[in-house]
T-cell receptor
Framework: AQRVTQPEKLLSVFKGAPVELKCNYSYSGSPELFWYVQYSRQRLQLLLRHISRESIKGFTADLNKGETSFHLKKPFAQEEDSAMYYC???????????????FGKGTKLSVKP | KAGVTQTPRYLIKTRGQQVTLSCSPI?????VSWYQQTPGQGLQFLFE???????NKGNFPGRFSGRQFSNSRSEMNVSTLELGDSALYLC???????????FGQGTRLTVV
């Protein structure tokens, strides 16, 4: 079964500390993974997708097919990074579709001053 | 440009009733998807539409249905409402399915 697991409901770090939000997935085939973010009172929005291999707002994520993981990392957390982060997997037919996403349950990141 | 618009924002219905939620995608977007968000189950995929055709459907009972119109606007309908249908329903649109999905603010449905 296709599944995305985010083991931490809440992650609290101090400003300037490194951050790693964990994501593990279960998928038969070649997955496409995404990280979405929801800031307070804002809409859910795409942060990054693994195929673009970009660094957005200092965040990076590497797809590790051997460990079936797609952890989100940032070397130095900022207070404005506080938000809900969701890892998602593209499911269904039509490779790369962002119209059929399987989401993890999310991790709330709190960055303290 | 205007974002994804969902109406109404809040809705209270009684068990057994039916409800229709509306989603207007970003202009030019032809793909629309729906998700249900609850505290217990998180975000769960409901349907995906592209050019008026349902591409994928999530694991929800037949009481949940949807459609997409020629102008790409989409509606979802839930019949015979149950208490467990209380949730935030999110709509997302994209140019085509493989491009970035933009989410609406959601419709908060409460079933009493």
């Amino acid at each position: 079964a296709q599944r995305v697991t985010q083991p931490e409901k809440l992650l609290s770090v101090f400003k300037g500390a490194p951050v790693e939000l964990k994501c593990n997935y279960s998928y038969s085939g070649s997955p496409e993974l995404f990280w979405y973010v929801q800031y307070s009172r804002q809409r859910l929005q795409l942060l990054l997708r693994h195929i673009s291999r970009e660094s957005i707002k200092g965040f990076t994520a590497d797809l590790n097919k051997g460990e079936t993981s797609f952890h989100l990392k940032k070397p130095f957390a900022q207070e404005e990074d506080s938000a809900m982060y969701y890892c998602a997997l593209s499911g269904g037919r039509g490779g790369g579709s962002q119209g059929n996403l399987i989401f993890g349950k999310g991790t709330k990141l709190s960055v303290k001053p | 440009k205007a974002g994804v618009t969902q109406t109404p924002r809040y809705l209270i219905k009684t068990r057994g009733q039916q409800v229709t939620l509306s989603c207007s995608p970003i202009s030019g977007h032809r793909s629309v998807s729906w998700y249900q968000q609850t505290p217990g189950q998180g975000l769960q995929f409901l349907f995906e539409y592209f050019s008026e055709t349902q591409r994928n459907k999530g694991n929800f009972p037949g009481r949940f249905s949807g459609r997409q119109f020629s102008n790409s606007r989409s509606e979802m309908n839930v019949s015979t409402l149950e208490l467990g249908d209380s949730a935030l329903y999110l709509c997302a649109s994209s140019l085509v399915p493989s491009t970035e999905a933009f989410f609406g603010q959601g419709t908060r449905l409460t079933v009493v």
